[in-house]
């Protein structure tokens, strides 16, 4: 399975507003290898276990393959993750043809926004809503699985 998606941050919080739903997300990761990355999730009442591939050059696409699992068994693996849960709230906000999942970060990396909308291929055209802000797709510190290790308030701000 192929996840092909772009990520933006996020200039202001009118996506609220149009938002249809907000999930609690806490995750951690069992691996972080540079060439593949192991995923526990717990979205509101619901158990993830993800598998990522590394991203393609453009940081577009990659291999992606998610199974849910109960969330009693989602909690004992979070206590088995590497340092640096991540703690958020996402949004789904509909625009037009395509879904766009925000993530407000808590805890470590509170203050970061981020956008995300899935395509079905990478020169999809998607209409921006005017919340987005810069691009970040395939800039590695954005990832989840590095902002676990060097969260959001560990980075020099300007």
Known sequence: MQEIERKFLVNNLQFKEEATNSFEIAQG????HAERSVRVRIKGNQGFLTVKGKSNESGTSRFEWEKEI???????LLQLCEKGIIQKIRYNI?????????????????GLIVAEVE?????????KPNW??????GHLKYYNSQLSKNSYKTWHHE
């Open 29 to 32: 990761y069992l691996n972080t």
């Open 70 to 76: 109960s969330t009693a068994d989602a909690t004992q």
């Open 94 to 110: 509909p625009v037009e043809n395509h879904t766009f999942e925000v993530d407000e970060f808590f805890g470590e990396n509170e």
């Open 119 to 127: 395509l079905q291929h990478e020169d999809e055209a998607f209409s």
């Open 132 to 137: 987005l802000g810069e691009e970040v797709t």
